[in-house]
T-cell receptor, first 115, second 113 residues
Framework: GAVVSQHPSRVICKSGTSVKIECRSLDFQATTMFWYRQFPKQSLMLMATSNEGSKATYEQGVEKDKFLINHASLTLSTLTVTSAHPEDSSFYIC???????????FGPGTRLLVL | QQQVKQSPQSLIVQKGGISIINCAYENTAFDYFPWYQQFPGKGPALLIAIRPDVSEKKEGRFTISFNKSAKQFSLHIMDSQPGDSATYFC????????????FGGGTRLMVKP
């Protein structure tokens, strides 16, 4: 199956700093990428949909100024958590859809801990 | 509003047994139903998927049964193994919503040796 990578796999930062998470589709081009957040023992919560070359579409309740998304190429989307606070600590997962537009392939996730 | 309801929340099965996880949906505009397997600390991995024009799909030990009239679908894991212990998520896709997936709440499966 298609491979999606995320970097870093885990990050610890101080409150108030910004953290950038990269999501790459390694062996296919992805016009659409999604960013999810997952709390322990819970399901995936969609944060935003990222389309290459256009602005991301955010789900209700997700602050677009806090979670900046850039999808600069067909293989890379980035999520920047700005001025991170402890309540932003979570598991962030991206996914990508190939050009056929059906299957979502998920990255391995990024564990963010804000102290 | 939870559009995809998944049950049970947790499941314990003996090795060699059959694990059954059920999902129900309301929106008839869903057109694609994947199942994902997630191990702790990892991202979800696509296991198997089905379209509503098919009543059953089998891949190895994994089978999806789909009941369109009842708006229900289920995952059956035959000959369950300890290595199958993970969290399983059903999902449903809206065709006209940019391929967004709506996930069920998840089922934590434990297969006892």
């Amino acid at each position: 199956g298609a491979v999606v990578s995320q970097h870093p796999s885990r990050v610890i930062c101080k409150s108030g700093t910004s953290v950038k998470i990269e999501c790459r589709s390694l062996d296919f081009q992805a016009t659409t990428m999604f960013w999810y957040r997952q709390f322990p023992k819970q399901s995936l919560m969609l944060m935003a949909t990222s389309n290459e070359g256009s602005k991301a579409t955010y789900e209700q309740g997700v602050e677009k100024d806090k979670f900046l998304i850039n999808h600069a190429s067909l293989t890379l989307s980035t999520l920047t958590v700005t001025s991170a606070h402890p309540e932003d600590s979570s598991f962030y997962i991206c996914s990508a859809i190939d050009l056929l537009g059906e299957t979502q392939y998920f990255g391995p996730g990024t564990r963010l801990l804000v102290l | 509003q939870q559009q995809v309801k998944q049950s049970p929340q947790s499941l314990i099965v003996q090795k060699g047994g059959i694990s059954i996880i059920n999902c129900a949906y309301e929106n008839t505009a869903f057109d694609y139903f994947p199942w994902y397997q997630q191990f702790p600390g990892k991202g979800p991995a696509l296991l198997i998927a089905i379209r509503p024009d098919v009543s059953e799909k089998k891949e190895g030990r994994f089978t999806i049964s789909f009941n369109k009239s009842a708006k229900q679908f289920s995952l059956h894991i035959m000959d369950s193994q300890p290595g199958d212990s993970a969290t399983y998520f059903c999902a449903a896709r809206l065709n006209n919503a940019g391929n967004m997936l709506t996930f069920g709440g998840g089922t934590r499966l434990m297969v006892k040796p």
